[in-house]
């Protein structure tokens, strides 16, 4: 969690809530987004406890002006007309949750400021008095992580509430962490500055230490043979399919941090020739990434080919009545592999192409990209899942096993794959995280139940991604492996599962 001390208005991605000190006060922040002509403009709401009712308004005229109450009701009679103002927060919460791109900011005044949880939302402008549980518990809303994009909120504390949030944490957390070490729970909240300092630092060395192994002079050449396999197969494809996702993750994490440190970097202790040398950085960065994207295939850029294909079709197609070509629906290529085997050759040559050799090398990267993301989850299962499609792609390339035969054991390797793990345990290990900690201990039962039951028995409730309850974590796992385990490569294989 980051604090800015001396706000401004933050850029970067992300959205954001705004908490005002009272109704009239959110309606006046609202007209003035709304009338600021921005990209926000058409993308805020306000979201309060107020119900309008004309009825209310009786006698509110003093001769003095507009008063408050007058004032709320015309905001929100403007913006709502004959819609409830129920329906109305519903489809703005709706819309910050599952379409963020669409609803940017919300403003609030008490509501929504405990017990709701929007991953998207990364900022929160704080311009109300708050103190003690309640200001903690306002913090937290930005604190939930929304996929590689998001590694931690920012709070823009505009009431100088920067001690009161702390000792909010402390009293919030006084009693729940009584049985940690006093530098397991420091730096609950850092400062945004220090931790842009220390995300740019470490995302630059991340991404140095990634590119140390590319071939001297480390040109266009001698990166795309580290990172690309663009005609789909070779010796290592595997291998270079996870260094380009380590390369997309990484050369994203390296500009973020950056544009972080951009918006102030005097307050990050960074001068301007420091900031010149990271920005170059960052570019070469993001321009490998996106050549790497291009020659491997992750990505075509279709400005390329754009002329030549309006010419084309302008010329020589002719647009007849749509008609449906196969039943895919919304089912992915993996899974009508699963459920179809042989025959989704023929549904899935319609999609793909009609030459086997397309869709089989179409399946092939569908299921590489299965085992790969899941390959956490389980690393030592799909290791050997993995070792089995390099064996059927080398039989289709030798032309040693029929095509048919081929989509069958393609489609079992799928089965396999999306289940996880093998068929036979012994007793007692039946759930999936007891299994991969069978897999991955040595297929020692009964080391896996240690570490089951020792989970079980202390894992924290919603222990991820907090570093003081992740040590107790680690900890349980060291006691409960012998000497000579890894509880690091444990630990990440557990945080994979669902069930602890």
């Known amino acids: 969690m980051d604090m800015v001390k001396k706000p401004r208005l933050a850029a970067g991605n992300g959205n954001a809530m705004l908490v005002a000190g009272s109704i009239p006060e959110a309606c006046k922040f609202f007209e003035i987004f709304r009338n600021s002509g921005s990209a926000i403009a058409d993308k805020c709401a306000i979201v ?7 009825s209310e308004l009786t006698g509110e005229e003093a001769g003095l002006g507009e008063t408050d109450k007058q004032y709320v009701y015309k905001v929100y009679d403007a913006l709502l007309g ?23 900011l919300l403003i609030v005044v008490s509501r929504l400021l405990t017990g709701f949880d929007a991953p998207a939302a990364t900022y929160i402008y704080i311009d109300k008095q708050m103190r003690d549980h309640g200001l903690f518990q306002a913090i937290c809303r930005v604190n939930r992580l929304d996929g590689d994009d998001k590694e931690f909120g920012y709070v823009v504390d505009y009431k100088d509430l920067f001690k009161n949030i702390e000792n909010a944490v402390d009293d919030y957390t006084s009693e729940a962490f009584d049985g940690f070490e006093q530098a397991d729970v420091e730096g609950l909240i850092s400062d945004r500055a220090d931790k842009a ?7 630059k060395e991340a991404w140095l230490a990634l590119m140390e192994p590319v071939e001297h002079p480390k040109g266009d050449e001698e990166v795309y043979a580290y990172f690309s396999s663009p005609h789909g197969i070779d010796l290592e494809a595997e291998e270079k399919a996870r260094r380009r996702q380590a390369l997309y993750k990484i050369a994203g994490r390296f500009a ?18 420091q900031m010149a040398e990271y920005r170059n950085e960052v570019e070469r960065a993001l321009n490998i990434r996106n050549a790497v994207r291009l020659h491997s295939g992750d990505a ?7 002329p030549a294909m309006r010419h084309l079709i302008d010329t020589y197609i002719k647009a007849d009545d749509s008609e449906v070509v196969s039943d895919l629906d919304d089912i992915s290529l993996i899974d009508l592999v699963a459920s179809k085997g042989a025959e989704a050759a023929d549904a899935a040559g319609k999609a793909v192409s009609g030459k086997k050799e397309n869709v089989a090398e179409a399946i092939e990267n569908n299921v590489r990209k299965l085992i ?3 390959t956490p989850v389980n690393p030592k299962f799909y290791e050997k899942m993995s070792e089995l499609l390099a064996d059927l792609v ?33 007793d007692g290990i039946t759930t999936p995280g007891q299994k991969a900690l069978y897999d991955n201990l040595g297929g020692d ?15 924290p409730d919603g222990w991820r991604d907090n570093r003081m309850k992740e040590r107790l974590v680690k900890r349980c796992i060291r006691e409960a492996l012998p000497a000579n385990a890894k509880p690091d490569v444990i630990f990440e294989i557990v945080k994979a599962q669902h069930e602890y």
């Open 394 to 426: 080398k039989q289709r390339h030798d032309e040693a096993i029929e095509y048919a035969v081929y989509l069958e054991r393609i489609a079992e390797l799928v089965r396999q794959a999306k289940q996880g793990h093998a068929e036979a345990y012994p």
């Open 82 to 104: 004959d819609q409830d103002e129920e329906e109305y927060e519903k489809e703005a919460l709706r819309k910050f949750r599952k379409e963020p791109a669409q609803m940017k």
């Open 48 to 54: 309060t406890s107020y119900k309008r009712n004309a």
């Open 256 to 273: 973020r941090a950056f544009a972080s440190v951009a918006e102030d970097p005097a307050a990050s202790g960074f001068n301007d020739l």
């Open 372 to 374: 790969i993301d899941e």
């Open 300 to 306: 075509v850029d279709f400005k390329l080919f754009e």
């Open 197 to 203: 300092s220390d995300d740019l630092v470490g995302s």
């Open 445 to 459: 039962a009964t080391v896996a139940r240690a570490v089951d039951n020792a989970l079980r028995a202390n894992a």
